[in-house]
């Protein structure tokens, strides 16, 4: 059974960082695509970063881009968002999905982070 499970979130002051990562267990995949996903209270998610399986493509939302950077590291099966310069506006929970192939998609439990202002 897949398996993806997030950590890294938490509280942090604006302008500070924070690492998220999304490790998937129970499969190995070898063709994928990975993005990460938000939703703040009272929102709509929100796409804000995708990869490709062999990191030649990234993908970010304007919001974002400049701030965050998305990686993955093949060998250990696992994803990472490097988020900084954080705003309020940042504050939501944070889901990765794994897209193995077309109509096939997993999702992670999600991870809050939280800004100060």
């Known amino acids: 059974q897949v398996q993806l499970v997030e950590s890294g979130g938490g509280l942090v002051q604006a302008g500070g960082s924070l690492r998220l990562s999304c490790k998937a267990s129970g499969h190995t995949f070898s063709n994928y695509v990975v993005a990460w996903y938000r939703q703040a209270p009272g929102k709509d998610g929100e796409f804000v970063a995708a990869?490709?399986?062999?990191?030649?493509?990234?993908y970010y939302a304007d919001s974002v881009k400049g701030r965050f950077t998305i990686s993955r590291d093949k060998a250990m099966n696992t994803a990472y968002l490097q988020m900084n310069s954080l705003e309020p506006e940042d504050t939501a929970v944070y889901y990765c999905?794994?897209?193995?192939?077309?109509?096939?998609?997993?999702w992670g439990q999600g991870t809050q982070v939280t800004v100060s202002s």
């Open positions: 990869i490709n399986w062999n990191g030649a493509n990234t």
């Open positions: 999905k794994y897209v193995v192939a077309q109509g096939v998609s997993y």
